[in-house]
């Protein structure tokens, strides 16, 4: 067994040399969702066909990144069910389907799944009712069954999990049911879990004192969107999720860390390095879970290796990897609530911009410039592809009170929406977030995009339209119609030496090839 | 609050519903925080009055959807599906309870009769008024407007008035006319109703009913928000018909 976590360990890092698989959630350990396949071009992708198309079992969003290991793809389904899929013809190899409790509710999202993590022959899932399961990749039986936590309080897991050496790394969702956050790590072999890292510290740890009483045991910092991982550094990168609750602050006012921040984790004792906090007393439901990306940059004249993420503030962010300095941030999208960052990069908050009963007008809407979907790094074009929500709401206040298992949310949204948003696939410079070019959407988007060094970019929309972009230049060159709403992200693996895009939309999942 | 006098009659007469009622031991000031959510969250569909707009018209004294005031509640918590109603998910059980209890008043505040002869309406929307050329009603009609069977439901006399004399005043907010001209140069100009859009393609029935789709970027495409083929009655029906017709919009209700 030993052996074979390690071989994954190495594939992941190195997945330039394994190109036809897709072996972990981002594609890499550095979170880059870029394929290394070339034989699509822009000079071919006119000609791209569906191969197959899988429709799920149940009914419900189809939100998975499918992991492929030698032409076999694992896919997740609404609302908690694992599929083996042949890459070659989309037919089913084996299910692993869970009875969820009559009583389970998610709260603040939808029952959904958005992938496995792989190590050797063991499928990793986490579950609606919050627990981390193993599955033997041959047969999907069960190896392991570990209670993350109590799914009666609204802990919930949709994210796939992170393999990282031995253990697998699960974060958590609940960021509006009031839970305290925490990411999790777990022996791969036995589920016996390693460590836990709270979000939220509690009496007597460092940044205890940014809650005031007992506002920190509701404090949210959910960790529901997968992380990444520096393996030289053998530091763990995972954003956490709003404070609770969300758009009422009054109960909790001070910085309340570790919320709506980037967090680095020794992976092997899962110890805070360094933490960095994008939006401090969040009240408009910024989660900082976007993912953070690995990428060597040129700041100001210098060499660096940084993490980048394209927060959903609205902000685009590099930060030292190694000790979370700030380097940079500067907006994306259309933001009205902070002036700008200071040279510590943080925000400084405009007058009026919480929200009331009545409304408060800002941009982003409170879904944010861009939420979970996944953006794209191209270590070839060095720019990062972000699909942008270019949207406004008016942000309320309300009551907040806390009750085990229901909504602690606060207040709400009206979103301005129609010809009043818009959506758009933009590509900035990775080094300093200059934007190189940008290609509209027809609504702000739910899906993610997908980067080849064969040079194109590939995104979803609202409205179902599967595309290809030139990377260089944003140009489209390819579409085909899906027939369902996407909520989801693209990416590649080879069958038969032939590579193929997979993508899931409406109740199916969707593989071309030329 | 604007007519205090009414409101606190309405409130007696609601707190008399008993212990049944999750208005139950319900307070003028849970009334007034009602009215406040309303007027934020709600108003934006349903007029700041609560007679309707994109949303249901709320000044009645009978719900489609809710029988009763517990199922009000419901609706509010939940939403409609397949409708443009959404679950307010984030509101208290309190603050939905309070929203109910002020949406009910609206209905109890506003039982003013809608004068004007009904039959004679009908004869004007099929007659000299034209509108069944373009307007469904129990399935006939012509198709370039919108069904109009459940009309009444929907939207109040004001509202009525209004368009009636400016149908560019308050067009449903996914209404669009388009304008799209080949970029070939090859064919005609075309105006229509947009039926879809998505990021590469867009599909509409030009004014002839006929459909019709197009790759944008083919085509030089305007929106032209603002803009609807129904002509404006001001001038063209007198004060008695116009009465008359909104009677008769208002009767539509999707019932035999």
């Known amino acids: ?514 | 609050m604007k007519e205090p006098l009414k409101i606190w009659a309405l409130f007696a007469c609601i707190a008399a519903f008993g212990a049944e009622s999750p208005f139950a031991n319900l307070t003028p000031a849970d009334l007034a925080r009602g009215r406040r959510l309303f007027e934020a969250q709600c108003a934006v569909c349903h007029g700041i009055d609560g007679a309707g707009g994109s949303g249901a018209n709320l000044a009645v004294t009978k719900f489609k959807r809710a029988a009763d005031d517990a199922a009000l509640v419901s609706v509010i918590r939940e939403g409609i599906e397949q409708t443009a109603m959404p679950a307010a998910w984030w509101m208290s059980e309190r603050e939905s309870v309070q929203t109910a209890f002020y949406v009910r008043s609206l209905g109890r505040a506003q039982m003013a009769k809608v004068p004007g002869d009904a039959a004679n309406g009908k004869a004007i929307f099929e007659g000299k008024g034209a509108c069944a050329s373009c307007h469904i009603v129990s399935g006939a009609g012509g198709s370039l407007g919108p069904d109009l069977t459940e009309i009444g439901a929907r939207r109040s006399p004001a509202h009525f008035r209004a368009v009636l004399a400016d149908p560019a005043a308050a067009l449903p907010e996914d209404f669009l006319m388009v304008r799209i001209v080949p970029r070939s140069g090859a064919g005609p100009e075309i105006r229509g109703i947009r039926l879809n859009e998505d990021s590469f393609t867009i599909q509409i029935r030009d004014l002839s009913g006929g459909f019709m789709s197009f790759r944008k970027d083919q085509v030089n495409l305007t929106k032209q928000h603002g803009q609807t083929p129904m002509p404006s009655y001001r001038g063209k029906l007198n004060d008695t018909e116009t009465g008359d017709l909104i009677a008769y919009l208002v009767s539509l209700r999707g019932e035999p």
């Not at chain 1, 394929?35 to 149940?58: E, G």
């Not at chain 1, 510290?201 to 949210?220: F, I, L, R, V």
């Not at chain 1, 970019?457 to 899906?482: H, I, P």
Request: charged residues 20%; hydrophobic residues 40%.
């Open chain 1, 1 to 514: 067994m030993k052996i074979a976590f390690i071989f994954t360990l190495l594939t992941i890092t190195l997945s330039a040399d394994e190109p036809g698989n897709w072996l972990t959630y981002s594609g890499n350990y550095a979170a880059h969702r870029f394929s290394p396949l070339t034989a699509i071009t822009p000079a071919n992708v006119a000609k791209l066909k569906p191969a197959w198309v899988y429709q799920v079992q149940d009914s419900g969003t189809v939100e998975t990144t499918p992991l492929a290991v030698d032409g076999i793809l694992y896919v997740t389904e609404p609302p908690t069910v694992v599929t083996a899929l042949d890459g070659r013809t989309g037919r089913r190899l084996w299910s692993y389907r869970r009875t969820l409790p009559r009583d389970l509710h998610t709260i603040g999202f939808g029952r959904v799944n958005r992938g496995v993590a792989i190590s050797g022959d063991t499928v990793f899932v986490g579950t609606l009712d919050a627990h981390l399961v193993a599955l033997d990749a041959k047969s999907g039986a069960v190896r392991w069954d570990a209670e993350v936590a109590d799914y009666h309080t609204g802990h919930c897991i949709t994210a796939a999990p992170l393999v990282v050496k031995d253990k697998v790394i699960t974060g958590i969702s609940g960021g509006e049911a009031g839970i305290r956050g925490f990411l999790d790590a777990y022996d791969a072999k036995t589920g016996k879990r390693a460590w836990r890292f709270w979000t939220i510290p509690g009496p007597g740890d460092a940044g205890h004192n940014t809650w005031t009483s007992e506002s920190w045991k509701t404090g949210g910092g959910s960790t529901w969107v997968t992380g990444s991982y520096d393996p030289d550094l053998n530091l763990i990168y995972w954003g956490t999720g709003n404070p609770g609750p969300d758009w009422n602050g009054d109960s909790r006012p001070g910085d309340n860390l570790y919320t709506c921040s980037l967090v680095a984790l020794d992976a092997d004792t899962g110890a805070l390095k360094w933490h960095f906090q994008f939006t401090p007393h969040d009240d408009h439901d910024w989660d900082s879970t976007e993912i953070p990306v690995l990428i060597d940059a040129t700041v100001r004249g210098r060499n660096r290796k940084v993490v980048a993420m394209a927060n959903r503030n609205a902000f685009y962010y590099l930060l030292d990897r190694n000790n979370g300095e700030f380097l940079l941030g500067t907006p994306y999208s259309k933001q009205t609530w902070a002036k700008g960052l200071d040279d510590k990069g943080r925000p400084v908050v405009l007058p009026d911009t919480s929200p009331t009963v009545e409304g408060t007008l800002v941009w982003p809407s409170l879904q944010g410039a861009t939420n979970w979907f996944s953006p794209a790094y191209s270590p070839i074009t060095k720019m990062l592809y972000v699909a942008v929500r270019e949207m406004g709401a008016y942000y309320y206040k309300g009551e907040a009170e806390y009750k085990p298992g229901t909504f602690f949310a606060g207040g709400g949204e009206r979103v301005l929406n129609g010809d009043r948003a818009r959506g758009l696939i933009r590509a900035l410079d990775s080094s300093t977030g200059k934007l190189k070019w940008e290609f509209p959407l027809h609504s702000p988007p739910w899906s993610g995009v997908l980067a080849t060094a064969g040079g194109l970019v590939f995104g979803g929309s609202n409205e179902g339209n599967f595309y290809a972009l030139d990377a260089a230049t944003g140009k489209s060159l390819w579409m085909f119609q899906t027939g369902g709403d996407m909520e989801s992200n693209p990416m590649s693996f080879t069958v038969d030496g032939q590579q193929h895009i997979a993508v899931a939309a409406g109740h199916c999942i969707f593989v071309f090839s030329l």
